[in-house]
């Protein structure tokens, strides 16, 4: 899978640069020429239950001359370790490691769902319809380059061949120890502003503290966090549509420059993300478990 991914995405790159050396001759892209039509209904759907057919028997001949033996019985008092999911469900195990459940499970796959859908809504540029290109999409190209195969697939190869047991980091021939010792993750920004940079401790909320002033307590402790968030979310973007995304903003229009852009902030949280826990060992910017909200 991860050798057809490389070829095709080869593939097209390269018809993308062979199209855009043919339009500064001034001449149309290859797929102009394309003239043959192809019709759904027959053609397709016949070469794809052939395709189908022939898959099928291809794995049934596979499964009968190579032995699969299955595991043993599953023993409810031991857990493998580590309990992996599948493959293309490795990325969420991996962002489960710098981002709460509810973020990492829920959040996150739904915002990239959205996004998917509002590509066609959000992108003004009626060029590189139709055929591959590099130069006519170069902002396209160049987020997909880095959220598919930067981040996703890059999550996948991580959990694939670099988690073992106790889900901890294990380089390609290193052994897989369950005993290795490894740093702790779960030093929260919070923490880092009170106690190592300030010098005093965490805000503790009473219990006896009513509503109202346990959210002032809860606010208070997590002011870095919350300024920090609110920077990046917030005046991070204004800037951008000031400075160096101006033309940008000026061709998408307020709305759609926000989408876009806040999309965009969601998906470079994830490596920001991955750099604080490898290096400063950080789990959370924002952490307010009295409420189950964890960033």
């Given amino acids: 899978m991860v050798y057809l991914l490389a070829f095709f995405t080869w593939l097209g790159t390269a018809q993308a640069v062979r199209n855009d050396e ?11 020429g394309f003239t043959d039509k192809v019709l759904v209904w027959p053609d397709v759907v016949y070469i ?14 596979w499964s009968l001359l190579i032995p699969a033996p299955l595991e043993e019985p599953a023993n409810p008092a031991v857990t493998p370790n580590p309990s992996k999911a599948p493959w293309y469900f490795l990325g969420l195990q991996e962002m489960l490691l710098y981002f709460d459940p509810a973020v990492a499970g829920v959040v996150l796959p739904a915002l990239i769902i959205l996004g998917l859908m509002a590509i066609p809504y959000l992108d003004p540029n009626p060029r590189g319809s139709g055929y591959y290109t590099v130069d006519q ?24 061949f670099m988690r073992g047991p106790n889900w901890s980091f294990f380089g390609p021939y290193e052994p897989r120890d369950p005993h290795k010792i490894a740093a702790a993750t779960n030093i929260k920004l919070c923490e880092y502003f009170w106690a190592v940079w300030l010098g005093r401790g965490v805000p503790r909320v009473p219990p006896e503290s009513g509503g109202l002033q346990k959210l002032g307590i809860i606010l208070w402790r997590e002011i870095a966090g919350l300024t920090l968030t609110c920077a990046y979310f917030v005046v991070l973007p204004a800037v951008l549509a000031r400075t160096a995304l101006r033309r940008m903003r000026q061709a998408m229009g307020r709305a759609r420059y926000w989408v876009m852009i806040l999309l965009l902030l969601m998906m ?10 490898w290096t400063a060992h950080l789990s959370y910017i924002v952490s307010i478990p009295e409420y189950s909200f964890n960033l």
């Fill in 22 to 32: 043919r339009l500064r001759r001034g001449q149309g892209p290859v797929e102009a």
């Fill in 137 to 160: 999409r170069r902002f396209g190209w160049a987020v997909f380059l880095f959220g598919f195969l930067g981040l996703w697939i890059l999550l996948i190869l991580i959990g694939t």
């Fill in 268 to 277: 470079l949280m994830l490596p920001l993300k991955m750099i604080l826990n």
């Fill in 48 to 61: 794809e239950l052939i395709g189908a057919i022939v898959a099928t028997v291809v794995l049934v001949v």
